[in-house]
């Protein structure tokens, strides 16, 4: 028999260690399967490809477009931020259901808002293994660079990010109700907010009712912010303001939702049964 | 005095209409290993659950070590430890992954050393660089109990542990409780309908039935009651009674 271990700590609250132990084991994840890495790539790639040549065609026949080369492909990769970012927390959270292991999870130490913030860290890996060589990629073959955008584009990742994480956390709280069966939800979900989020054209475009639902999207704001920077050369601090704003109450609300819901699951003992 | 490791007092678990656990009430003093006895569907999962605080009751009180689990479930859980068949630890990581990641959340320090020595005691070493799904259920069933020990816990939470094991392996795992619990002095409480296992581990037995304890005491002290030879007899007396089941006139 092997002796009693030693515990680094047991009744502190916030544990970096379980929260650092929580990203390992996606990592380890990442790692054993290669086509799960290779798939974080390949979307961001495959649409940056497909958005690159549509927008060297209308390069040369849409005076929008060229008065902006590359605005296309900056609002491709930074949709991607926010579709990645949702993916990234949705994605480890179904983790945890396939393989039937949230009840050994939370009968550990480990919090519930240790394991948001584990599942909001992995998602910010997946988005940068994902979106960073999708933009390096695109230099070489349009000869553009997202990062001409200079600092305003860390604003905007970071905007897109926390909307993605917002929106992760909502979907995880219906997976928590519903299980598997709202897995599609985690693929399809953010496509629903596309159309509002005028990703490709002013919000202006859209009819009336939907710009009243697009400027309470958090994307619309940096959408716009975007393209004032690539047509005007500004920085829109009102669009930055309202999208931070906005991004505070999606992450606050989905958090609180999540956390419901996760009580939920504790009531009606779904946590030991959640699985395929 | 010292409380005994778990009280539970009055619990109660409604799913809808439906009355899972009713009002059950017990207590396990430290060192003792005991076994909720039961059918399936007699509610022995469902009070485990609310005892490891992964459901929460519809009514009643749980202390685990003195605590109240439903306030101060996390001063708890890192003495506690839990396994299952029925859940899985994730099978695309190896085992040193898995045992990695939960003796981190259970904060320990010297991990490797802990892994190396828990699964050479378990048998599991040479496993240890396999990915867990690949193993076969016996090996499965050792590595889960490599993780429910990472933190040598003083309470351990059993759901059925021999469940889906040939005899060798079960009686492997079996003998490797026992020394454990001897070892360690720990608390073990397992949920089984395997009678072999329970006379063989447990100084206390608490029968189920319907979602109530319809019956306790050592199995000795049951077999005697009913006037049967083994704990099995005891078990299908009560599992086979009617709908107004009553231990005293079933031990008559």
Not at chain 1, 30 to 59: D, K, N
Not at chain 2, 26 to 41: D, E, H, I, K, Q
Not at chain 2, 75 to 89: A, C, E, K, Q, T
Not at chain 2, 146 to 160: H, Q, R, S, T, W
């Amino acid at each position: 028999m092997s002796a009693a271990p030693d515990v680094l700590s047991s009744r502190a609250g916030f544990s970096p260690s379980r929260l650092g132990a929580m990203v390992l084991r996606y990592l380890y994840l990442l790692r054993s399967s290669w086509p799960r890495a290779l798939e974080l790539l390949y979307w961001p790639a495959i649409q940056m490809v497909l958005w690159g040549f549509t927008s060297q065609f209308l390069m040369t026949n849409s005076s929008y477009v060229s008065r902006a080369g590359g605005v296309l492909l900056a609002a491709v990769m930074l949709w991607d931020v926010m579709f990645r970012g949702q993916l990234g927390v949705s994605i480890s959270f179904l983790e945890e259901l396939w393989s039937r292991n949230l009840g050994h999870l939370f009968v550990s130490p480990l919090r519930p808002y240790e394991w948001v913030l584990s599942l909001l860290t992995m998602s910010l890996v997946r988005v940068m293994i994902g979106v960073v060589p999708a933009a390096l990629l695109a230099i070489p073959l349009y000869h553009y660079s997202i990062f001409t955008l200079g600092l305003p584009l860390i604003a905007f990742f970071v905007l897109l990010l926390v909307m993605g994480w917002g929106l992760g956390l909502v979907i995880g709280a219906l997976l928590l109700r519903h299980g598997l069966g709202a897995e599609s939800l985690a693929w399809l979900a953010v496509f629903l907010l596309a159309p509002a989020s005028a990703v490709y054209y002013p919000v202006s475009v859209l009819p009336v009712w939907l710009q009243y639902v697009a400027w309470t999207l958090p994307a619309a704001h940096v959408f716009e912010g975007m393209r004032a920077v690539m047509f005007e050369g500004r920085f829109p601090l009102d669009h930055f303001l309202a999208a931070a704003a906005l991004d505070a109450v999606y992450l606050v609300v989905g958090t609180a939702i999540f956390l419901i819901a996760f009580r939920q699951a504790r009531e009606r003992g779904a946590l030991l049964q959640m699985g395929e | 005095m010292s409380h005994p490791v778990i009280e539970v007092a009055a619990v109660t678990k409604r799913f809808g209409e439906t009355l899972a656990v009713d009002a059950v009430g017990f207590a396990v003093p430290r060192g003792v290993t005991a076994a909720l006895l039961g059918g399936n569907g007699a509610g022995k999962t469902t009070t485990l659950s609310m005892l490891l605080g992964l459901l929460l009751p519809t009514a009643g009180h749980i202390r685990i070590f003195g605590e109240d689990m439903l306030r101060h479930r996390y001063r708890v859980l890192p003495r506690m430890n839990f396994s299952s068949p029925y859940v899985d630890l994730p099978h695309r990581l190896t085992v040193r992954e898995n045992l990695t990641v939960y003796g981190r959340l259970y904060g320990l320090a010297h991990l490797a050393a802990r892994i190396e020595s828990l699964t050479r005691d378990l048998q599991i070493a040479e496993f240890l660089d396999r990915q867990t799904g690949k193993l076969s259920a016996g090996q499965k069933t050792r590595v889960a109990l490599a993780k429910a020990l990472i933190n040598e816990p003083e309470l351990l939470l059993l759901d059925e542990p021999t469940a889906s094991l040939d005899p060798d392996t079960g009686d492997w795992v079996r003998g490797y409780l026992e020394t454990y619990q001897r070892r360690s002095g720990a608390t073990i409480l397992l949920a089984s309908h395997n009678m072999n296992e329970v006379e063989r581990l447990c100084s206390e037995v608490m029968m189920m039935r319907k979602g109530r304890i319809v019956d306790r005491g050592s199995p000795r002290e049951l077999i005697d009651r009913y006037g049967r030879d083994t704990l099995e007899q005891v078990f299908l007396d009560i599992a086979r009674a009617g709908e107004r089941f009553d231990p005293r006139e079933a031990a008559q």
